[in-house]
């Protein structure tokens, strides 16, 4: 059985109990914090501080630098980091509370500065949490851009249909969403937690896979 708390993770209370059950295939989100990295013991406790008061609190807070991961909620949890909404027969549809879960990772790391490109400690333990809950490995909408690009009806018609093989996506990447991504990562990367805990880096082969 899934663990609600991740194993290993510090905890920190404040997030909210919101927690309408969902439907349909398990995600998770990736964002970044924004904020400079190399900040040593304890960053990750204070990005979630932070997003806590702010209302704006994730699951997962982690700095890959020094592995530090922080929960702030529990995986039958939903985020109050705004995702993304849709508009269907007149009412807004948030799809953060779409998914048996979709849980949200804020990683301590600059948006300009992809975290993918260095060392991503503890990695394997967070993929391992996310599996654990049915995340599948796989990037249906490829690799996340840097900003929202406008998007037409096709678009965002293909967006929703991504979004709805569950998966690993970019905050960008959510159905409605109009806030930045969490840069131009390396997905196959990402996906890989063996090669990014030991800083080396996937082939071009390994990336267009992990995204299929």
Known sequence: MANAWMPGAQRLTGGNEHAPPGAGAPRAVWTV????????????????????????APHLVWHPLSGETVQ??????????????????????DHADEGRVCLVVAVVARRS???TDGPMLGLTAIMDWLGSWGVVRRWPSGPPGTEVADRDRLARERTVRMWARGGHFGHD?????????PGLLDVGHLLTPEAGENGLHTSDNARVTAIT
């Open 173 to 181: 990447q959510v159905p409605g969403s109009h806030l930045p991504g």
């Open 113 to 115: 500065v992809p975290f």
């Open 33 to 56: 914090t924004d904020t400079d990295p190399d900040r040593g013991t304890g960053a990750a406790r204070s990005e979630a501080e932070r997003l806590v008061s702010e209302g704006r």
């Open 72 to 93: 702030i909620l529990a995986a039958t949890r939903r985020s109050e980091l705004p995702l993304g909404e849709t508009r269907y027969y007149e009412q807004y549809v």
